[in-house]
């Protein structure tokens, strides 16, 4: 079972490169490991500890223990439901919006009048 989502940890990554205007090889550097570890992260062979995680997501401007969070209770959805973060969101968005109660339209305001 991976330890997080590889779709989460892409992202992070990248609002981290974005937001500190650094490539992967800066990024990499700066978490003190090699490019081939962070390219391995981006394609979910490898995983990052929770101490990089935590030190990408301050990178990026996230909090650090809410992203970790979010990371590994995607993965163990991923485990267990085969729920993929995407579907989630929407599962989550669909339940939470509210709908606009309906209006119906009374057949006398579409007539013409003459």
Not at 42 to 51: C, F, I, L, S
């Amino acid at each position: 079972m991976p330890v997080v989502d590889p779709k989460l940890i892409a992202q992070v990554l990248d609002a981290a490169a974005r937001r500190m205007a650094w490539n992967d090889l800066q990024l990499s550097e700066h978490l003190g490991i090699g490019h081939s570890s962070l390219a391995h992260w981006r394609r979910g062979k490898a995983w990052p500890d929770d101490r990089n995680l935590r030190e990408l997501a301050k990178l990026a401007g996230l909090h650090p223990y809410e992203t970790l969070r979010a990371c590994k209770l995607a993965a163990a959805l991923w485990a267990k439901h085969r729920v993929t973060p995407e579907d989630l969101a929407k599962a989550v968005a669909a339940v939470s919006e509210p709908k606009p109660p309906e209006n119906p339209v009374r057949k006398t305001a579409l007539r013409r009048r003459s």
